[in-house]
């Protein structure tokens, strides 16, 4: 039993740490095995995190590991390969350090978003290229901004920005024609439509300026997107955990406590609810680390009374 941990937490991003916060508290034996990739990296600030405003995301994670040490959890630098699952444990195959056992999971992995494929965009990204105006509308607030509408969110969040801009222009090439009702409404609240594909977004010093097809360059101070997530859960795939199809994409089928199909493997944070921003990642993560915790400690005690039986 040394060699097995209580919880393996793969991930160490804000709904990794959490979860693995609250089972260090719980003394239980963690592991938390991150591969360093965390979502926002490419942001410098965070946002909309209470008590964290403006903080880089990298120290947050730098924090929360040193808090989750304090409690005993341990941390590997390392990527994982495969899980496998008997009846009592969880085996996690990484590429550098080797078998972990476990007798429960967590995944915290996050997920890519893969971006529209136009040149210059994914240079941006994080910088004058965002998704999210929660995250960073303050930041640009009043400012020429554009939306380049992409489904099946593009005209929400085109309808969203405005809030942050009158400037606004939406390029709506990749929704197709727009119908007359969303093209009035658009315009409406004083936004600029243009259905030419955009060809280019480039760094003009100063602002963004995006070409279209039709030899236009448009300038703006920053552009809004929406990249297809997708999940880092494919070390799981052939254990064939329920899934389940959402708007977004196909997501693991979890419980609201983060329970998938197989009662060993939790899952939390970006890598099933796409939309979860930090605070919500945290909060997912504190209810998953307690709820796994409550699943050992119910498992503790059903093998305390068989041994007592024996
Ligand atoms: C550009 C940008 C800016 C953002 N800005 C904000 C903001 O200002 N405020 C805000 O609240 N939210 C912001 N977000 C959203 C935020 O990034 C996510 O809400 C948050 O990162 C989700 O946390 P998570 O723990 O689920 O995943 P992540 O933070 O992505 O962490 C997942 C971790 O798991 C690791 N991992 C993945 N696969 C493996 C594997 N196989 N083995 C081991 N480790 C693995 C990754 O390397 C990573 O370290 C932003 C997102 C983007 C894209």
Request: with cysteine; charged share 20%; hydrophobic share 45%.
């Amino acid at each position: 039993m040394e060699d097995i941990w209580d919880v393996i937490v793969i991930g160490g991003g804000p709904a990794g740490l959490s979860a693995a916060l609250m089972l260090g508290r719980a003394g239980r034996r963690t592991l938390v095995l991150d591969a360093g990739q965390p979502r926002n990296r490419f942001a410098a600030h965070m946002h909309g995190v209470l008590g964290n405003e403006g903080t880089p995301p990298a120290d947050l994670l730098a924090r929360g590991r040193t808090e989750a040490a304090g409690y005993g959890v341990a941390f590997a630098d390392d990527t994982v390969e495969k899980v496998d699952v008997t009846d009592s444990t969880v085996a996690v195959a990484t590429t550098g350090s080797g078998i972990w056992v476990a007798r429960a999971l967590i995944v915290a992995t996050g997920l890519t978003d893969d971006l529209p494929e136009i040149p210059g965009l994914a240079q941006q990204w994080g910088r004058r290229v965002l998704h999210c105006p929660y995250c960073h509308g303050w930041e640009v607030r009043d400012q020429r901004l554009g939306v380049l509408a992409m489904p099946p969110m593009g005209l929400h969040q085109a309808e969203l920005v405005r809030q942050w801009s009158a400037h606004l222009v939406v390029f709506t090439a990749a929704l197709g024609p727009l119908d007359a009702e969303a093209e009035r409404r658009l315009r409406a609240r004083g936004v600029e439509l243009i259905s030419e594909p955009v060809v280019e977004i480039a760094d003009d010093g100063e602002c963004l300026a995006v070409r279209t097809a039709d030899g236009r360059s448009v300038p703006v101070d920053a552009v809004f997107t929406g990249g297809t997530p997708r999940p880092h859960d494919g070390f799981l795939a052939h254990l064939g955990l329920a899934r389940t199809d959402t708007s977004l994409g196909s997501f693991l089928a979890v419980d609201p406590a983060g329970r998938t199909s197989n009662e060993r493997i939790w899952a939390v944070g970006n890598v099933v609810n796409p939309t979860g921003n930090v605070p919500l990642s945290i909060g997912a993560g504190a209810m998953t680390g307690g709820a796994v915790n409550g699943a050992l400690v119910t498992e503790d005690f059903d093998t305390a009374l068989q041994e007592q039986r024996r």
